[in-house]
């Protein structure tokens, strides 16, 4: 299983963002997915996590009502839909998947990462 994430970039406080996360193999909807973020000289975070079916997401309460976790089964393609950015937002997001349909919210629950892309959210 291979994972492509992009759609990061430079925006300021108040813009949006729409991250994707393409994921190699024909099974796509077996596996849950998460997207999580590391800010610079902090620790990885879980940011938001879809069940393999798509019918149920949790998003970490810094993201709340700003970001929505989605997917494309058909399409084999992971979204999160940034709104709202603020400069606490800038880091490198990562998509991963866990094998599996239930959620994670915890690193360790995941197989397969991607190589992140980069988020820089100016004020």
């Known amino acids: 299983v291979q994972l492509q994430a992009s759609g990061g970039g430079l925006v300021q406080t108040g813009a949006f963002l729409r991250l994707s996360c393409t994921v190699s193999?024909?099974?796509?909807?077996?596996?849950?997915m998460g997207w999580f973020r590391q800010a610079p000289g902090k620790e990885r975070e879980f940011v938001a996590t879809i069940s393999g079916s798509g019918s149920l997401t949790s998003h970490a309460e810094s993201v709340k009502g700003r970001f929505t976790i989605s997917r494309d089964n058909a399409k084999n393609t992971l979204n999160l839909q940034m709104n709202n950015l603020k400069s606490d937002d800038t880091a490198v997001y990562y998509c991963?998947?866990?094998?599996?349909?239930?959620?994670?919210?915890?690193?360790?629950?995941?197989?397969?990462w991607g190589q992140g892309t980069l988020v820089t959210v100016s004020s």
């Open positions: 991963a998947a866990r094998v599996g349909v239930s959620r994670s919210t915890t690193q360790s629950g995941y197989d397969y």
């Open positions: 193999g024909r099974t796509f909807g077996g596996y849950a």
